[in-house]
């Protein structure tokens, strides 16, 4: 089975190691095109669409912000790549690729009896590469 093996995120040049969830996903809209009769005759595409999101613990965001420079932002990152890998049952690594991430935001959120700060970041995305090698 595979699971929570190793996900790696490498932004200004430091693994991140306080990634508690990664959300990742892509569609593409599709639709039936008509002519006569009641059948469709064939079917028209959209656009693609990607979205993720990652959580990070407060102690990561910090690391991150403190290695920006004076008046920046983690919306000012650069855009980056997320690699997810994950291991089979046979030993191979299966990896994907969440390409050109940006924060698109920035906040906390925490609550009484809270024993970590973990904060859910929503990231715009160009696409997502299944199954690379």
Request: glycine share 10%; hydrophobic share 40%; charged share 25%.
């Amino acid at each position: 089975m595979q699971g929570w093996n190793a996900v790696t995120a490498n932004l200004l040049g430091r693994d991140l190691e306080g990634v508690t969830e990664l959300a990742y996903s892509d569609s593409q809209k599709k639709e039936n095109v008509y002519g006569a009769g009641p059948f469709p005759i064939g079917r028209g595409r959209g656009n693609y669409e990607a979205k993720a999101t990652i959580t990070l613990l407060k102690e990561e965001v910090d690391a991150l912000k403190l290695a920006l420079p004076a008046g920046k932002t983690i919306q000012d990152i650069a855009p980056f790549d997320i690699v997810v890998e994950y291991e089979t049952e046979n030993g191979s690594i299966k990896k994907d690729r969440i390409r050109n991430a940006e924060f698109l935001g920035d906040g906390v959120e925490v609550k009484q009896n809270d024993i970590t700060i973990a904060t859910k970041y929503e990231l715009l995305i160009s696409h997502i590469e299944w199954n690379v090698i």
